[in-house]
């Protein structure tokens, strides 16, 4: 019997490890590609979505972490720090267990979802609320791991973008060549420019006959790249892409330009309508800021953007179990029925 290694063993030889790395993994990626056909018949063409909350910690922050916990204890850290909008921290934590390492994480006081602090916790992180947003905290992470015995793990290490990119090596692997478009949410824009890394090398190496267009999608409250300007104060209901001043903005730029794409906005109410079409219709459970994708085709679709008979993967970052309130808000209260088939069965409607 076989299963999947791990992004490092599958793909070891496109990896910055040597021969002798031994992975610190919990056999992350190898996620679904699932066909979506209430997207497909809306837009004309053929969706596909990369579920990513299939990962081990339930986002695919488990793609770039397994690299850099492999990196940093083949470096001989003992410690390490990441700022986090609460995927990364709960990424975080787990590999640092895997590791034997202790684990640091710096958080927006009050805006993470539960799910994710819940993670931290229990893989015993060392957790600080930070008075301030997600750019404070990374602002504050990488003052410390400059003068501490600490190691950074946020996506400005690079090799967190390296581990990132082997999600469109699966897409091509998955479809015999790449998409014609991809989709995807933008927070500190660490994953763009990873997707975009790896269909780059695939088309270098010959691999895939072309690259894709991408499509990025920033929160309208949170979006500097759309508005050319730092946001001081972000805000949006999708808290893991809650972010003024991301770190990969220029790369995100680069990604954009050099594959004829664009990156665009989604107001929460765009987020949250296509949360509930892929979780009513679609049978794929995201959390908010991953609808942000789905919500962006949907937005450039109305606008005459989207020729039909095109190949689209749209990337879902998170599973939906890690910010479940957005699922019950607004949502009819179960009723309840004594132990009575006939009464079960009238609310039924049956
Ligand atoms: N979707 C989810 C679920 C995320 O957690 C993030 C980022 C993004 C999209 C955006 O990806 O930052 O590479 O552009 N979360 C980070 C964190 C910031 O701390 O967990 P990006």
């Excluded at 997600?134 to 504050?140: S, V, Y």
């Excluded at 894709?212 to 409250?221: L, T, V």
């Amino acid at each position: 019997t076989h299963q999947w290694r791990g992004i490092i063993e599958e793909y070891r030889d496109r990896l910055p490890v040597s021969d002798t790395t031994g992975a610190v993994t919990l056999r992350e990626g190898g996620t679904p590609l699932v066909p979506a056909q209430v997207l497909s018949e809306r837009t004309g063409c053929e969706v596909h979505l990369k579920v990513e909350g299939a990962n081990p910690t339930g986002s695919f922050k488990d793609r770039g972490m397994t690299m850099a916990i492999t990196r940093a204890k083949e470096e001989g850290a003992k410690a390490v720090i990441c700022a986090s909008t609460g995927n990364t921290s709960a990424s975080a934590a787990a590999y640092a267990v895997r590791a034997g390492m202790v684990c640091a994480v710096l958080v927006p006081q009050g805006k993470i979802a539960l799910g994710k602090m819940g993670q931290a916790l229990v893989h015993g992180a060392k957790i600080l609320q930070v008075d301030g947003n997600f750019d404070d905290c990374l602002t504050l992470a990488r003052n410390l791991s400059d003068n501490y015995p600490v190691a950074l793990v946020n996506s400005v290490n690079p090799v967190r973008i390296e581990g990132q990119k082997t999600a469109a090596f699966e897409i091509v692997d998955m479809l015999g060549d790449a998409p014609d478009v991809h989709v995807l949410p933008v927070g500190n824009a660490g994953n763009i420019t990873a997707y975009w890394k790896g269909y780059t090398e695939y088309a270098r190496d010959g691999v895939s006959s072309r690259t894709p267009r991408m499509w990025g999608f920033q929160a309208s409250g949170s979006a500097p790249i759309v508005r050319g300007e730092i946001v001081k104060d972000p805000s949006t209901i999708a808290t893991a892409i809650r972010i003024g001043n991301p770190a990969s903005w220029q790369y995100a730029l680069a990604a954009r330009d050099e594959s004829g794409g664009f990156i665009d906005e989604v107001t929460d109410r765009q987020i949250l309508s296509a949360y509930r079409l892929l979780a009513a219709q679609e049978g794929v459970f995201v959390e908010p800021a991953s609808a942000a994708s789905v919500a962006g085709l949907l937005k450039a679709a109305d606008e005459g953007k989207v020729d039909p008979g095109q190949r689209i993967v749209c990337t879902v970052t998170g599973n939906g179990l890690k910010d479940p309130d957005w699922a019950v808000a607004g949502a009819p209260q179960p009723v309840t029925v004594p132990v009575d088939a006939g009464a079960a069965a009238e609310r039924l409607g049956l």
